[in-house]
């Protein structure tokens, strides 16, 4: 195999535009850096965030998904634990049941862009 051919693209006005990639057997696109750059432009991911404490604390990523659905079940799903942590403390300690589960800690999820 050959190595692939590297082409500077210009603009109409003769400035530097963006590289592509050709197979020099074929001429087949290998790659685009323009394509590439509109891709990672356009595109989104959802992050899961907690905070554990609202009065004395800052909100933190927990993860990051691709849609929207896989962060509201990992928001569920960290949010279950949770409760079972609550109910666990709640059995050894009867003051824990002062405060109902979730008084001071807050669970969402939010649509952040994809940089490059």
Same mark, same amino acid.
């Given at each position: 195999?050959?190595?692939?051919?590297?082409?500077?693209?210009?603009?109409?006005?003769?400035?530097?535009?963006?590289?592509?990639?050709?197979?020099?057997?074929?001429?087949?696109?290998?790659?685009? +850096?323009?394509?590439?750059?509109?891709?990672?432009?356009?595109?989104?991911?959802?992050?899961?965030?907690?905070?554990?404490?609202?009065?004395?604390?800052?909100?933190?990523?927990?993860?990051?998904?691709?849609?929207?659905?896989?962060? +509201?079940?990992?928001?569920?799903?960290?949010?279950?634990?949770? /409760?079972?942590?609550?109910?666990?403390?709640?059995?050894?300690?009867?003051?824990?049941?002062?405060?109902?589960?979730?008084?001071?800690?807050?669970?969402?999820?939010?649509?952040?862009?994809? /940089?490059?």
């Amino acid at each position: 195999m050959k190595k692939p051919i590297i082409i500077e693209r210009f603009k109409d006005d003769g400035e530097h535009s963006h590289y592509v990639l050709i197979k020099s057997e074929t001429n087949e696109l290998l790659w685009d +850096e323009a394509t590439e750059k509109e891709t990672q432009e356009n595109q989104s991911v959802w992050a899961f965030l907690y905070n554990s404490d609202c009065c004395e604390s800052a909100v933190s990523a927990i993860s990051i998904h691709k849609t929207k659905e896989g962060a +509201e079940t990992a928001k569920e799903l960290h949010k279950a634990e949770k /409760l079972k942590e609550w109910e666990y403390a709640c059995k050894i300690d009867e003051c824990f049941k002062d405060y109902p589960f979730d008084f001071d800690q807050w669970w969402g999820v939010k649509e952040m862009p994809l /940089l490059p």
